[in-house]
């Protein structure tokens, strides 16, 4: 991906990969904040908490979705927050929000090695790091599932009105409201719900980095309104849909996922739905790159390793930087 962070398109890297340097502390950088606290199901209004009682199956009058039961089960879940040394207070600051973030105890101190090293760079601006613990489980029926999959502006809404106040408090930041100054980032259905962000509300979100990005029929409940789930990002919506401000930043492996459950409906295949989603996306003309990694599996850490500082720079092009 060497000079690439100028570029739109598609690119091959791979079978080969080596951690990039912006993962090392550098001594004299300067050091950005890590911190966390706990958000609780029961001050929560958008989600009381919920988990499958066993794995579902295929409804025979619907192959589309699952029959399955649930049952109310209350979560907890760590947010992890990085503040730069650069952020002034009083001013209002660009955020990442972070989906799968770390649980309580085990703050990512790599990844703010990368910010730090970015930041100071002047390769990305001085942005706040949100990085949010999913709410449980990892199928349909479970809260994770419910929160990433389901196609609607529900859990944007719940990060707006829920989350990033609390770290403004909290911390004493202002975070801004620019959509420009806004990204989401994820791998597998973090992914897709980091897309689903920018796309129910463009006005919060432009910019986003997707890994390994469910992009398939994970949703659940079944919704007529999109009945493919996320599969019909590349379907029907995005082609249908006049272009929307979002820039994204996507990678899917060469031995990346395919039909990992019972349903068996021709949407199952995470390869083919990144690839479709590359290519509607070039076709409605947005802004986009797109990585195929060779000799990979599902969110693979070492993809992660080598791309992730190019990433970040890459989606952040067009914002203003401090000068150097």
């Given at each position: 991906?060497?000079?690439?962070?100028?570029?739109?398109?598609?690119?091959?890297?791979g079978?080969?990969?080596l951690?990039?340097?912006?993962w090392?502390?550098?001594?004299?950088?300067?050091?950005?904040?890590?911190?966390?606290?706990?958000?609780k199901?029961?001050?929560?209004?958008?989600?009381?908490?919920?988990?499958?009682?066993?794995?579902?199956?295929?409804?025979?009058?619907?192959?589309?979705?699952?029959?399955?039961?649930?049952?109310?089960?209350?979560?907890?879940?760590?947010?992890?927050?990085?503040?730069?040394?650069?952020?002034?207070?009083?001013?209002?600051?660009?955020?990442?929000?972070?989906?799968?973030?770390?649980?309580?105890?085990?703050?990512?101190?790599?990844?703010?090695?990368v910010?730090?090293?970015?930041i100071?760079?002047?390769?990305?601006?001085?942005?706040?790091?949100?990085?949010?613990?999913?709410?449980?489980?990892?199928?349909?029926?479970?809260?994770?599932?419910?929160?990433?999959?389901?196609?609607?502006?529900?859990?944007?809404?719940?990060?707006e009105?829920?989350?990033?106040?609390?770290?403004?408090?909290?911390?004493h930041?202002?975070?801004?409201?620019?959509?420009?100054?806004?990204?989401?980032?994820?791998?597998?259905?973090?992914?897709?719900?980091?897309?689903?962000?920018?796309?129910f509300?463009?006005?919060?979100?432009h910019?986003?980095?997707?890994?390994?990005?469910?992009?398939?029929?994970?949703?659940?409940?079944?919704?007529?309104?999109?009945?493919?789930?996320?599969?019909?990002?590349?379907?029907?919506?995005?082609?249908?849909?006049?272009?929307?401000?979002?820039?994204?930043?996507?990678?899917?492996?060469?031995?990346?996922?395919?039909?990992?459950n019972?349903?068996?409906?021709?949407?199952?295949?995470?390869v083919?739905?990144?690839?479709?989603?590359?290519?509607?996306?070039?076709?409605?003309?947005?802004?986009?790159?797109?990585?195929?990694?060779?000799?990979?599996?599902?969110?693979?850490?070492?993809?992660?390793?080598?791309?992730?500082?190019?990433?970040?720079?890459?989606?952040?092009?067009?914002?203003?930087?401090?000068?150097?």
């Amino acid at each position: 991906m060497d000079a690439l962070v100028n570029q739109n398109g598609d690119f091959l890297i791979g079978p080969d990969y080596l951690p990039a340097p912006e993962w090392k502390f550098v001594p004299g950088t300067p050091q950005g904040t890590v911190s966390q606290f706990i958000l609780k199901s029961n001050d929560s209004k958008y989600y009381p908490g919920i988990a499958p009682d066993a794995s579902g199956r295929v409804d025979p009058k619907n192959p589309k979705t699952m029959i399955l039961k649930t049952h109310a089960q209350p979560w907890q879940r760590a947010i992890t927050v990085y503040i730069p040394a650069q952020y002034k207070s009083g001013t209002e600051a660009p955020l990442l929000v972070v989906h799968d973030g770390p649980k309580l105890g085990s703050p990512d101190t790599d990844f703010a090695h990368v910010l730090d090293n970015l930041i100071n760079q002047h390769r990305v601006p001085a942005m706040i790091a949100i990085m949010i613990q999913n709410g449980g489980g990892d199928m349909q029926g479970s809260e994770r599932g419910l929160e990433y999959d389901t196609l609607s502006g529900k859990f944007a809404e719940f990060v707006e009105h829920e989350v990033l106040p609390q770290l403004e408090a909290r911390y004493h930041i202002q975070l801004t409201h620019d959509p420009d100054g806004r990204a989401a980032m994820g791998c597998s259905s973090g992914a897709a719900a980091a897309f689903t962000m920018a796309w129910f509300h463009p006005e919060w979100y432009h910019r986003v980095i997707s890994y390994s990005g469910t992009f398939v029929n994970q949703q659940w409940p079944y919704n007529p309104a999109n009945p493919g789930g996320a599969w019909d990002y590349h379907e029907t919506l995005i082609a249908s849909t006049k272009p929307k401000p979002i820039r994204i930043w996507m990678q899917v492996a060469g031995r990346d996922l395919l039909n990992p459950n019972v349903m068996r409906d021709d949407m199952h295949d995470w390869v083919v739905a990144n690839h479709r989603m590359a290519a509607v996306l070039r076709k409605k003309g947005y802004q986009y790159q797109y990585v195929f990694t060779l000799n990979t599996g599902h969110c693979a850490p070492k993809v992660r390793g080598q791309t992730l500082p190019e990433a970040l720079e890459w989606v952040w092009q067009g914002y203003p930087l401090p000068q150097r």
